[in-house]
């Protein structure tokens, strides 16, 4: 058995921000798991916290509190995990949920949106007709690193016409700094923000 | 022990089931010629009939003591198919899981979940395929629900079902959105109990 790296929190990146007293439990019970899928990468596993259905419960209580009021029409879920959080909210906000997949999963007509990883080229699709334009749309994953799939969701929802009133994941990197990326540069900064485990970001227009 | 889930009276059939049934696209010849596809996804594109759906499950297993909902993201076999199909257990578990206050298991393809696993084999039409849950996800004695979004020849459903009794919890009931009956996967299910919404032939 892997020995069990607990998440380090970053309290001390909040000075003077009121926690959420949720958060603890939440960072806590996401498990670091130590080369995973490949050696050097120190994986964040989200399953060990859908075992505990209070801290499950506290995430999606978190996002919905953000966005009940924020007219959202559809929230975009991103295969496989945006798929765990994403309907959970979309329920609860009176949303549609639009699953994001992989090439090929989808039954019917698509329009694609290619993207790069670090090595190599992945694709996500959606659904024709899935989203109306002007829809305002929320993109759900549980975890953005480089940001990459994020982009390709944000791009594939405003090719169909939708608005991406924001983005939201449970767990982002805090060295990941949305504003300065070059990925994010061309959609409206306004309406991006990311709720990094401990720390939500508003990136908004100051 | 718990007790067996009570069958409730088929003798009016609730009303939401017509809207959830009418929202399943059927997609002719995916992935292949002569399959009929049953696409869920404009279920969920109407927050009303997702939300049926979804309540549908919960009236039947709130205060059943139930501290597990498992789902599979897996490939599903259809019998006469070379690739299988996608489960979508992942879309429906968990809202089910949150709303009666259990735990979401999810069961995957091999290498996607870390950490320490155990796997079930199980064939396929051609060829076999491999389902794993984390150590530790269930303790022994507990009893879980397998929510599907559709049951075929329940393959994927006898693979969930073997890898939690592996793990020695007890598999209370299947519960699917869709039963396609002509494939007989009830049948292959035995003794563990089957709850869907809708049919399609």
Known sequence: ?206 | MAAPIEEKDQATQDPRKEGIASSIRVVPHVPKGGIMFQDITPLLLDPKVFKDTVDLFIERYTGKDISAVAGTKMCRALRILEEGIEARGFIFGPPIALAIGAKFIPLRKPRKLPGEVISEEYVLEYGRDCLEMHVGAVQQGEHVLVVDDLIATGGTLCAAISLLERAGAKVVECACVIELPELKGRERLKVTPLYVLVESH
């Open chain 1, 1 to 206: 058995m892997k020995e069990e790296i607990k998440s380090k929190m970053v309290e001390k990146e909040i000075n003077g921000t009121i926690e959420d007293p949720r958060l603890k439990a939440i960072t806590s019970s996401i498990r670091v798991v130590p080369d995973f899928p490949k050696p050097g990468i120190m994986f964040n596993d989200i399953t060990t916290l859908l075992l505990q259905p209070k801290v499950f419960k506290d995430v999606i209580d978190m996002f919905v509190e953000r966005y009940k009021g924020m007219r959202i029409d559809a929230v975009a879920g991103i295969e496989a995990r945006g798929f765990i959080f994403g309907p959970p909210v979309a329920l609860e906000i009176e949303a549609k949920f639009i699953p994001l997949r992989k090439p090929k999963k989808l039954p019917g007509e698509v329009i694609s949106e290619k993207y790069v990883l670090e090595y190599g080229k992945d694709c996500l699709e959606m659904h024709v007709g899935a989203l109306e334009a002007h829809e305002r749309v929320l993109i759900i994953d549980d975890f953005v690193a480089t940001g990459g799939t994020m982009s390709a969701a944000i791009r594939l929802i405003e090719r169909a016409g939708g608005e991406v009133v924001e983005c939201a994941c449970l767990l982002g990197l805090p060295k990941f700094k949305v504003r300065t990326s070059p990925l994010f540069q061309k959609i409206s900064l306004a309406s991006i923000c990311f709720f990094m485990y401990m720390l939500p970001l508003s990136l908004g227009i100051a």
